[in-house]
């Protein structure tokens, strides 16, 4: 079992060199064509996409509950939830009982959070900025501390919230087991985030940049579960899941409306660009409703998908292929979430397309005078 672990994760991170850098031309000088009501249709679509999914859940009526909780119902939630926390998160000090809860998981998701009490690395390639004065030492400390326990927040969060995900937990302390572990798992930044199925590393993040946003990108590309960027479906039920050549033929066949754009999203497993432009395919797979539709080929899932990225000529990941009555009118290659909202725009543009509106939004009632007088009445 550990033999083929180590491998077969030595083997999931190589593939990740074909992850590309975006290009393309800018989402600006694209949506600068069409008219001010795209203008504003693709801002409202990229600040739904920027939105990182936190949650398995939707939880609005829960935060609603929760603002009116008198002091002794928030201490029972409080010690409810910390009971939930230890039962979901399963700490671990061994790679003996690391590679057991693998076994035990079988094909559901594994996240494993490496983190330590003293250490908290930003993960960036770059060194890490010289300090010169120990109080801004200090502070540079205290404010990284800050941004793990927060990262460890949100995991306990998601924990609680995700039942068929499992969750471990190893807190490095200089022990010569839990030392053996993280060699093991080759972790070489604290903290660390891995993504397990079928005992094979599909991804990891690394350092507390951005790592917050990371665990919901992760869950929503790896978990399939419903998040708020979802609306509470199924990433899967937006997004069509293509696995084989025949599962393409049904997704391009599926529109017959040359009026609608089909967007086929091609990845791969561990390719980082790919996770984190997951979470904009399905927010605009809601936002574009009848404008376009989406799917999702990731192609080292087994034999047919790598023929077909190859059938199709992907030579970097993410590409978007647009299609129009299952025929091919154009490419997109690049991570960047207003570059692919502007390449949609000017797909539908060059047909006299124009996107749905932006969702409508509550507006405040206007004041009266007499009521502003009132106000003004009172803070004086």
Same mark, same amino acid.
């Given at each position: 079992?550990?033999?083929?672990?180590?491998?077969?994760? !030595?083997?999931?991170?190589?593939?990740?060199?074909?992850?590309?850098?975006? @290009?393309?031309?800018?989402?600006?000088?694209?949506?600068?064509?069409?008219?001010?009501?795209?203008?504003?249709?693709?801002?409202?679509? #990229?600040?739904?996409?920027?939105?990182?999914?936190?949650?398995?859940?939707?939880?609005?009526?829960?935060?609603?509950?929760?603002?009116?909780?008198?002091? !002794?119902?928030?201490? /029972?939630? !409080?010690?409810? #939830?910390?009971? /939930?926390?230890?039962?979901?998160?399963?700490?671990?000090?061994?790679?003996?009982?690391?590679?057991?809860?693998?076994?035990?998981?079988?094909?559901?998701?594994?996240?494993?959070?490496?983190?330590?009490?003293? @250490?908290?690395?930003?993960?960036?390639?770059?060194?890490?900025?010289? +300090?010169?004065?120990?109080?801004?030492?200090?502070?540079?400390?205290?404010?990284?501390?800050?941004?793990?326990?927060?990262?460890?927040?949100?995991?306990?969060?998601?924990?609680? #919230?995700?039942? $068929?995900?499992?969750?471990?937990?190893?807190?490095? $302390?200089?022990?010569?087991?839990?030392?053996?572990?993280?060699?093991?798992?080759?972790?070489?930044?604290?903290?660390?985030?891995?993504?397990?199925? $079928?005992?094979?590393?599909?991804?990891?993040?690394?350092?507390?940049?951005?790592?917050?946003?990371?665990?919901?990108?992760?869950?929503?590309?790896?978990?399939?579960?419903?998040?708020?960027?979802?609306?509470?479906?199924?990433?899967?039920?937006?997004?069509?899941?293509?696995?084989?050549?025949?599962?393409?033929? !049904?997704?391009?066949?599926?529109?017959?409306?040359?009026?609608?754009?089909?967007?086929?999203?091609v990845a791969l497993t561990s390719a980082g660009p790919c996770i984190k432009v997951f979470p904009a395919v399905v927010a605009?797979?809601?936002?574009?409703?009848?404008?376009?539709?989406?799917?999702?080929?990731?192609?080292?899932?087994?034999?047919?998908?790598?023929?077909?990225?190859?059938?199709?000529?992907?030579?970097?990941?993410?590409?978007? +292929?647009?299609?129009?009555?299952?025929?091919?009118?154009?490419?997109?290659?690049?991570?960047?979430?207003?570059?692919?909202?502007?390449?949609i725009l000017l797909q539908q543009e060059r047909e006299g397309l124009s996107p749905p509106p932006p969702p409508v939004t509550?507006?405040?009632?206007?004041?009266?005078?007499?009521?502003?007088?009132?106000?003004?009445?009172?803070?004086?």
């Amino acid at each position: 079992m550990s033999t083929s672990l180590w491998r077969s994760r !030595q083997g999931r991170m190589a593939s990740c060199s074909t992850c590309g850098a975006g @290009v393309g031309p800018s989402s600006s000088a694209l949506v600068s064509r069409a008219h001010y009501g795209r203008k504003q249709a693709s801002l409202s679509a #990229e600040r739904v996409a920027a939105q990182a999914p936190r949650r398995c859940l939707l939880a609005a009526a829960m935060a609603g509950n929760r603002a009116n909780e008198a002091p !002794q119902q928030r201490m /029972e939630r !409080q010690l409810r #939830e910390s009971a /939930e926390v230890e039962e979901r998160v399963v700490s671990i000090d061994t790679e003996e009982e690391f590679l057991q809860a693998l076994d035990e998981a079988g094909p559901k998701l594994v996240v494993v959070e490496v983190q330590s009490e003293r @250490v908290c690395e930003t993960g960036m390639d770059e060194p890490e900025p010289e +300090i010169h004065w120990k109080l801004d030492a200090e502070q540079e400390q205290a404010r990284r501390m800050a941004k793990c326990a927060a990262v460890k927040h949100t995991i306990q969060r998601t924990a609680r #919230e995700c039942p $068929d995900v499992s969750f471990l937990y190893l807190e490095t $302390d200089g022990s010569p087991e839990r030392e053996a572990l993280v060699q093991k798992l080759g972790v070489k930044v604290l903290p660390t985030l891995q993504f397990y199925r $079928d005992g094979k590393l599909l991804w990891e993040h690394k350092g507390v940049m951005q790592m917050e946003a990371g665990v919901g990108e992760g869950m929503m590309y790896y978990g399939d579960a419903p998040t708020t960027t979802s609306g509470g479906e199924a990433p899967s039920s937006l997004v069509a899941d293509i696995t084989s050549r025949a599962g393409l033929q !049904q997704f391009l066949g599926a529109a017959s409306d040359p009026k609608v754009l089909q967007v086929l999203n091609v990845a791969l497993t561990s390719a980082g660009p790919c996770i984190k432009v997951f979470p904009a395919v399905v927010a605009l797979s809601r936002t574009f409703k009848g404008f376009a539709t989406f799917g999702r080929l990731v192609g080292d899932v087994n034999g047919d998908t790598r023929a077909l990225i190859k059938e199709l000529n992907i030579i970097e990941v993410p590409t978007f +292929i647009f299609f129009r009555a299952g025929k091919e009118v154009g490419r997109h290659v690049g991570s960047s979430r207003g570059d692919l909202i502007g390449q949609i725009l000017l797909q539908q543009e060059r047909e006299g397309l124009s996107p749905p509106p932006p969702p409508v939004t509550a507006k405040a009632k206007p004041r009266s005078r007499a009521g502003m007088r009132r106000g003004r009445t009172a803070q004086q």
